[in-house]
């Protein structure tokens, strides 16, 4: 789970992992607000980019930061 009110402005572009029961994605944060964090998870492999593609927005309690 990802803590909003911790978030700071170093965690944009981090890389995230969505577990909803069997199902995994992954993506990169570009954005949060009170409720959602909002997570780019498919930008044609234009990684370097991905600020230009539509983020979704997805419940802090399904997300994990990916480990370094």
């Known amino acids: ?7 700071t402005e170093t965690d ?4 995230v992992t969505y ?3 069997a199902r995994t994605n992954r993506g990169r944060i570009l954005r949060w607000n009170a409720k959602y ?4 998870y ?4 234009h990684w370097d980019h991905y600020q ?4 979704a ?7 994990e930061f990916d480990a370094a």
């Open 37 to 40: 964090v909002f997570v780019v």
């Open 52 to 55: 230009r593609y539509t983020a």
């Open 57 to 63: 927005a997805t419940l802090p309690e399904d997300l």
């Open 1 to 7: 789970m990802i803590d909003i009110p911790k978030l």
């Open 12 to 15: 944009r572009g981090r890389w």
């Open 19 to 21: 577990r909803k029961g």
């Open 42 to 45: 498919w930008c044609a492999n």
